[in-house]
């Protein structure tokens, strides 16, 4: 069965999860018997396309990466254009909607009305924009459940990285008590690179290029999006409510080097550190930079990777690590979370 898809955004993410597909086509078919066709792509500035039987994503990916714009895309018989993000969600034959625009760290919109109007017309939504699923858990989570389609939001924490899926899965049973972590890639790189001696301008301007920074990078800096993403760890994994005002939440950007020589000379290293604590019924959570030994284990997570540690009453501390950023790792974050949708439809056919 082909799963028909529709991106709504279409930059680095969405880029990346593009080329997998197209890359990976013929493995995904034989390896996870998984096929998927891309159907519509809507995004702000690089505009849209729809066509039912599906897109040529070697032609979409070429447009793009050439021009900057789908403009130059092959107009084929049936071929529509110019739909914005809720008519093509609305109207477009797509199964499920790849919601990858911009995170809005104030409202989490139009993503939360893109949720909304794929759930309502009966359509699975995956997305790595935190703002949904920060904001908006309970209330989205009862429409998918009420309309039968699934959520999947894996790479909104840690990007590929199982960080959502592996507590829920693998350590379920257990009462996760706390959980602690690095959990923003730009600023992790951006630390990394001014223990080296680089400039904090400078090392933003690398993660950005690099495609780790959010498109307003005060988000990073300021520990807005790991704030977002302590608060996705604490209503999903732990089943708490927390609203993202109860975070008590500082960022780098008032890091010097003065401070980075400060931490070498105790023998530590700066690092953004986020936490959830399970206390008395409620959690308590937070975002700083902390100045860590450097036998922590977490002082060796360098560049965009991340890291958390989960405390579980059975187990004691689990800690993952692997990458918190990035066009492929992200892309691959929406892969798993399509397979998981496909399997599950196996599952109910068989
Ligand atoms: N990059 C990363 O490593 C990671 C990113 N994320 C999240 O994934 C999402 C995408 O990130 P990324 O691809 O890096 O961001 P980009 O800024 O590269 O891409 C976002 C795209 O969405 C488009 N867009 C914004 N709003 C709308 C809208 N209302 N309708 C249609 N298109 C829209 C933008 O259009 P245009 O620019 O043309 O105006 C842009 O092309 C973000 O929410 C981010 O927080 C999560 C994990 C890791
Ligand atoms: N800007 C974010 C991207 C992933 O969520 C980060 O740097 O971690």
């Not at 924009?129 to 009862?142: I, M, T």
């Not at 730009?186 to 990394?192: I, K, Q």
């Not at 690398?206 to 990073?220: M, N, V």
């Amino acid at each position: 069965m082909t799963h028909k898809l529709a991106f709504i955004g279409f930059g680095v993410v969405g880029q990346g999860l593009a080329e997998i597909l197209h890359n990976k086509r013929q493995s995904l078919q034989e390896r996870e018997g998984f096929e998927a066709k891309v159907v519509a792509i809507s995004d702000f500035k690089k505009g849209s396309l729809y066509h039912p039987d599906g897109l040529d994503l070697e032609a979409v990916l070429d447009a793009v990466q050439k021009t900057g714009s789908l403009d130059s895309y092959p107009k084929t018989e049936g071929l529509i254009t110019g739909w914005d993000s809720l008519e093509t969600i609305r109207q477009s034959n797509a199964d499920t909607v790849v919601e990858v625009s911009y995170t809005d760290v104030k409202t989490g919109q139009p993503a939360i009305d893109h949720c909304r109007a794929a759930f309502q017309s009966g359509k699975n939504v995956v997305m790595t924009n935190k703002g949904p699923v920060a904001l908006a858990y309970r209330e989205l989570s009862a429409l998918a459940n009420e309309h039968h389609v699934s959520w999947g939001f894996e790479g909104t924490v840690m990007s590929g990285t199982p960080a959502l899926r592996m507590p829920k899965l693998a350590l379920a049973g257990n009462d996760i008590t706390e959980i602690r972590g690095i959990l923003n890639g730009t600023t992790n790189f951006m630390l990394m690179r001014m223990d080296e001696g680089e400039s904090y301008e400078s090392a933003l301007k690398e993660a950005q290029k690099l495609g780790y920074a959010e498109a307003d990078p005060t988000s990073d800096v300021e520990g807005l999006d790991a704030r977002y993403k302590i608060v996705i760890l604490a209503q999903h994994v732990m089943g708490m409510p927390l609203s993202v005002e109860e975070v008590e939440c500082s960022g780098i950007s008032n890091m010097t080097p003065a401070l980075i020589e400060e931490a070498r000379m105790e023998g530590k290293r700066w690092k953004l550190i986020a936490s959830a604590t399970k206390e008395g019924g409620r959690v308590k959570a937070k975002v700083a930079a902390e100045k860590v030994p450097l036998d922590d284990p977490l002082a060796s997570i360098s560049g965009a990777l991340n890291a958390i540690t989960y405390e579980t009453d059975l187990l004691g501390p689990v800690t993952l690590s692997g990458a918190g950023a990035g066009k492929t790792e992200t892309g691959f974050s929406l892969l798993i979370d399509l397979l998981a949708i496909a399997k599950a439809r196996e599952a109910v056919r068989s």
